[in-house]
Structure formats: structure tokens, C-alpha cells
Nanobody, 121 residues
Framework: QVQLVESGGGLVQAGGSLRLSCAASASIFTINHMGWYRQAPGKQRELVADITRGGSTNYADSVKGRFTISRDNAKNTMYLQMNSLKPEDTATYYC???????????????WGKGTLVTVSS
């Protein structure tokens, strides 16, 4: 069992930056697929970005060029650098992971409790 804990959320003005962290309770060397999801009030959870153990990344069109996902296997931590934030980025951000490969959120086996990001206009 792997526990994931997000941190780094908060209130920021539009155009600002935040860096989210996702710390795992165990080694992530055996975890292939990790990702960041977000859910805004009244909306479905959506993929923001994901990354494989080999370093392959994928981004939602809405965040391409603004967000960067990375992982540090030695520190058992995944990150999401968010720049040029917009009010529409406001949501609770969740990290997730699976030892296999996730095509949908349901394929992710481990989830954090989320961290709130609020972007003011």
C-alpha cells in the first residue's frame, strides 16, 4: 500500500505560480504511472498531467506550455510546477499512482486527499 500526500496549494493571483508536491510513503521506483488530476466544484475530475517511470509525460491541452510535471524517484516525490495560472485553474488537485498503466482515473490505485488551488482574478 502506498500513501500519497499533496502539498503546495494555496491562493494566488492570476499570472502567478505554484509548485505542488506529492510525497509517497514508499519507494516509487516500482510505480510506473503517476499523475495529477483536478476537480473544480460542480465539475468532473480531469487529468492535468501524467508521467511514467521512464519520464514520458502527457498534458491536458488547457495546461500545455504552462504546467510541468516531474518526479524524483530518489525522493519518492512527484511535482507539478504551475505557471501563468488562470482563474479557471481553480480546483482541488489530486495526485494518483499505479504500478501499472492508467488509461482512466479508475486505473489509478493510489490517491492523495487533494490540495486546494485558488486563483484570483
Amino acid at each position: 500500500q502506498v500513501q500519497l500526500v499533496e502539498s503546495g496549494g494555496g491562493l494566488v493571483q492570476a499570472g502567478g505560480s505554484l509548485r505542488l508536491s506529492c510525497a509517497a510513503s514508499a519507494s516509487i521506483f516500482t510505480i510506473n504511472h503517476m499523475g495529477w488530476y483536478r476537480q473544480a466544484p460542480g465539475k468532473q475530475r480531469e487529468l492535468v498531467a501524467d508521467i511514467t517511470r521512464g519520464g514520458s509525460t502527457n498534458y491536458a491541452d488547457s495546461v500545455k506550455g504552462r504546467f510541468t510535471i516531474s518526479r524524483d524517484n530518489a525522493k519518492n516525490t512527484m511535482y507539478l510546477q504551475m505557471n501563468s495560472l488562470k482563474p479557471e485553474d481553480t480546483a482541488t488537485y489530486y495526485c494518483a499512482a499505479t504500478r501499472g498503466f492508467a488509461l482512466t482515473p479508475r486505473d489509478m490505485n493510489y490517491w492523495g486527499k487533494g490540495t486546494l488551488v485558488t486563483v484570483s482574478s
